[in-house]
């Protein structure tokens, strides 16, 4: 079964919509036994990342997250403030660690660097592929997709594959670590783009 | 570099879709309709977003409607944004629960500011979309609220600063002149605009054809096109506008369009073989 984690923040009803389009059945829920059973996690999110990994605490979730993707090995994937969670910690509304299941850091988008540019990020960009991905199977080396976000993941260079995008400097807008993915755009809100991403994350992993 | 959008704006009367001419509505049919006949999907599968609002002149019905956003969203893969009439926290949430990714207000921004900023604070600004009505008046512009029917007397410059200042994500201008006309936009708008850079605009009432489009994409402070004629863009008239646009080197979003009947129930036929 593919679970939706609820834990109170984000627009679940799309996500889910997406994944019966393409012919498949998904379970919303914030429940411990079902999460560590999923075949797949998706961890959506839309909000500030503090109050979500408070979320995350206040419903136990924590644990059986981080043993269901490190042990269990459950593919997952995040979406936008999701796939932000999944990293080590966030600035956002004050310091607060993440799940840590990727070596990365959020912070705001660096203004300076993104003189002219509007912040919220928000609308379609285009993402650049740096290897070869399960994830973006049957996907061109440069995809748009639909982002809305104030905070990034930090650019650092990684030993596995990450989709870059530019917003006044380069951020890391997806990656695929094994079994654990992320993006920072909805493919649920990215037409055939997204709806292709979301069929390999199912197909795929 | 963030693309430019085309949006469609569907306008929802007390469960009706409807045409709309200097905001005089016209019913053109149901959500069965809308998704049988009229083909709505064809419009969803080549826009950037899609603006559903309730313009209801009698009293809303806030849970009928937000049923239409979750019929609509059901096969509509693109930001959802929805208003009409909002005054409650409890009614964002309605329609954001419904699935919109975002939410539209007009009147509350000149009578219930307080309201607009507790939005502002909960939902953050990129959620927050700020509609402004206007006529034509000599060199300037009057604002209108509630649906058209309420004159306010402020400059358009002064309101528009103000929301702005309210913490608004974006704004969507409509010309009340133009709208329904297919005569193109109101561009003698554009002025008056001129000075605003750090918030999205999207400009809406007028557009015919897809020279229209281009028009108002053409325009470096437009970020956005909307149109809310059911019939101007009939059949294949969004497909094609949008390949227009992506010729005439308008920066849009790309993707496979075709791909939708292919990916459709695509996992069962994977799972079945």
């Excluded at chain 2, 809406?204 to 809310?228: E, P, R, S």
């Amino acid at each position: 079964m593919i679970v939706i984690v609820d834990y109170g923040m984000g627009n679940l009803f799309s996500i889910q919509s997406a994944i019966r389009y393409l012919g498949a059945e998904s379970i919303i829920t914030s429940d411990r036994n079902i999460i560590s059973t999923a075949d797949r996690i998706i961890l959506p999110g839309v909000g500030s990342f503090y109050r979500a990994m408070e979320h995350l605490h206040t419903t136990d979730l924590v644990k059986v997250l981080r043993e269901s993707v490190i042990y269990g090995k459950i593919p997952i994937l995040g979406i936008c403030l999701g796939m932000q969670l999944m990293g080590l910690s966030s600035t956002e509304d004050g310091f607060r660690e993440g799940l840590g299941l990727v070596d990365c850091l959020i912070e705001r988008f660096d203004v300076q660097k993104s003189e002219g540019l509007k912040i919220p990020h928000v609308g379609f960009d285009t993402v650049t592929m740096t290897h070869k991905s399960r994830l973006f199977d049957g996907l061109d080396a440069q995809v748009d997709f639909y982002f809305t976000h104030s905070y990034r993941m930090k650019y650092t260079e990684q030993p596995y594959g990450v989709g870059i995008c530019f917003h006044g400097e380069p951020f890391i807008a997806a990656f695929e670590k094994e079994h654990i993915c992320g993006t920072q755009f909805h493919p649920e809100k990215s037409q055939t783009n997204g709806l292709l991403l979301l069929k390999n994350f199912i197909k795929n992993f | 570099m963030v693309k430019k959008r085309l949006i469609f704006t569907l306008l929802y009367n007390d469960g009706g879709f409807m045409l709309s001419r200097n905001f005089r509505l016209q019913r053109a049919g149901n959500i069965e309709w809308l998704k049988t006949n009229y083909d709505f999907k064809n419009i969803a599968f080549t826009i950037d977003e899609l603006i559903i609002l309730d313009v209801s002149r009698n009293e809303r019905n806030i849970k009928r409607f937000c049923d239409h956003i979750k019929l609509i969203g059901e096969e509509c893969f693109i930001p959802i944004s929805a208003g009409g009439g909002i005054t409650s926290p409890e009614h964002a949430k309605a329609i954001l629960n419904s699935g919109a990714d975002k939410l539209v207000v007009n009147s509350a921004l000149y009578n219930k500011q307080d309201f607009i900023r507790e939005l502002v604070s909960i939902y953050g600004s990129q959620c927050i979309i700020g509609s402004v009505d206007v006529k034509k008046q000599k060199n300037d512009f009057e604002i209108y609220i509630d649906n058209g029917s309420v004159k306010i007397e402020l400059p358009l410059s002064e309101h528009i600063e103000h929301i702005i200042s309210l913490g608004i994500g974006e704004i969507y201008i409509n010309s009340m002149d133009k709208d329904g006309t297919g005569h193109g936009y109101m561009f003698d708008l554009l002025i008056k605009l001129n000075n605003i850079t750090n918030v999205p605009i999207i400009i809406a009432g007028g557009a015919g054809n897809w020279h229209h489009l281009i028009d108002g994409l053409q325009h470096d402070i437009v970020d956005a096109v909307a149109t809310a004629n059911l019939f101007n863009f009939i059949g294949n008239g969004f497909p094609n506008a949008r390949t227009q646009l992506l010729n005439s080197e308008i920066n849009l979003a790309q993707w496979e369009s075709k791909g939708f009947i292919e990916l459709k129930n695509s996992l069962k036929r994977h799972v079945s073989s």
